[in-house]
């Protein structure tokens, strides 16, 4: 018979009490080893995630993406949260600026990457460059829709209608400065609010029309941004919107801030809120009993589905090279009106039955930016 050794050293000749505390040795050891796996995993992941992103240059007034190129990977969260701080950038003013990245994993592990961004002054020959494109755009689009017998207010108008029903609502747009998206407008007949504001100040500003430019004032940055305009024609300042809404009736040619504020009360509150300080005193008297709009529905109209007739959409590609393509001369003309001087017959760049459905093809805005 076989001792074990601690028989032999001891001189012990029991060997179910030795076989005993072998077997004791073994569990306790192996209690110690789930005891150390279960607080391995009871400290979970320790591992933080990696961020890896370069330098970035941009020119003054462009706008910049600050997730392109950034490369994110962590050992176990799949997806895990970016925060960025671009608070210290001003993409206006050329410089150096800090881009602080933050990744966070679902275990709470967090890495920090500070990179720089560096703004260079724009050339000169680019910024002339976009000027001589929509100062071109601009004539040929007013050389359809207007014409020297037409007074200031006919042709404000014929260019508020043009903007509405030419421009295709698709939720975004360069917003780096108004006339790269007037550019960005007039080549792709597509945008968003930001948009129809810039085309329009571009075209009105063309004819001699004053603008003063009006933006939302947002309770919080969750808010989406809105951009619009205040036009002076020579008889007071008024308020000009030409982004389509689906609510209800949505002209915005020239109105009053009452009767601005009655549209935004009744369908979107808040819509037109903006910082009173510094904007030119609005004129009260109303010039809407002066204006024929296309298909105009009453202020208090609930059923706002002629604005949605879902039979008429199409996807956005087609509709933009079917906008893109009624650019002629020869498309039908359409009647713009005021009642205090002579009918004038003008061209627009989409037919009466275009007209029907554009709100329809361009969608609900959002006020979005």
Not at 111 to 125: D, G, M, Q
Not at 268 to 273: L, S, Y
Not at 346 to 356: L, N, P, R, V
Request: hydrophobic residues 30%; proline residues 3%.
């Amino acid at each position: 018979m076989l001792f074990c050794l601690l028989c032999a050293f001891t001189g012990c000749n029991d060997e179910s009490s030795c076989a005993d505390s072998s077997q004791a040795d073994e569990s306790s050891s192996q209690a110690a080893a789930v005891t150390e796996t279960v607080s391995a995993a009871e400290q979970g992941d320790k591992i933080p995630p990696v961020v890896k992103a370069a330098d970035m240059e941009a020119f003054a007034g462009d706008s910049v993406s600050y997730k392109k190129n950034v490369i994110v990977t962590d050992n176990e969260d799949e997806n895990p949260k970016i925060s960025i701080d671009s608070s210290k950038v001003d993409l206006q003013t050329p410089g150096k600026y800090p881009v602080v990245y933050t990744v966070t994993d679902k275990a709470g592990n967090k890495t920090e990457l500070k990179i720089t961004i560096t703004v260079k002054k724009k050339p000169a020959v680019e910024i002339k460059a976009v000027e001589k494109y929509n100062d071109k755009r601009a004539n040929e689009i007013l050389s359809e829709i207007t014409d020297s017998s037409m007074n200031t207010m006919q042709k404000a108008f014929a260019i508020y209608l043009w903007a509405k029903s030419s421009i295709i609502y698709i939720g975004e747009s360069d917003k780096s400065n108004y006339k790269n998206a007037a550019k960005e407008g007039f080549e792709n007949m597509a945008g968003d609010c930001y948009t129809y504001y810039a085309v329009s100040k571009v075209l009105l500003e063309k004819i001699g029309v004053k603008t003063y430019d009006m933006v939302k004032l947002r309770e919080s940055s969750d808010q989406p941004r809105h951009y619009w305009l205040l036009i002076d024609i020579g008889t007071g300042w008024y308020h000009f919107d030409s982004t389509p809404y689906k609510d209800g009736y949505d002209y915005f040619f020239m109105v009053t801030q009452a009767e601005l504020d009655a549209w935004d009360n009744k369908y979107r509150p808040g819509c037109h809120n903006y910082a009173k300080d510094g904007v030119p005193e609005l004129s009260t008297k109303s010039v809407q009993s002066q204006l024929t709009y296309p298909e105009r529905l009453p202020m208090d109209d609930d059923d706002d589905s002629s604005n949605t007739d879902s039979s008429s959409k199409s996807d956005s590609s087609s509709k933009a090279e079917t906008t893109k393509a009624t650019t002629s001369k020869t498309t039908t003309s359409k009647t713009v009106t005021s009642r205090t001087s002579t009918s004038k017959t003008s061209t627009s760049k989409t037919d009466s039955s275009k007209t029907d459905s554009s709100k329809a093809d361009k969608g609900e805005h959002s006020d979005a930016a």
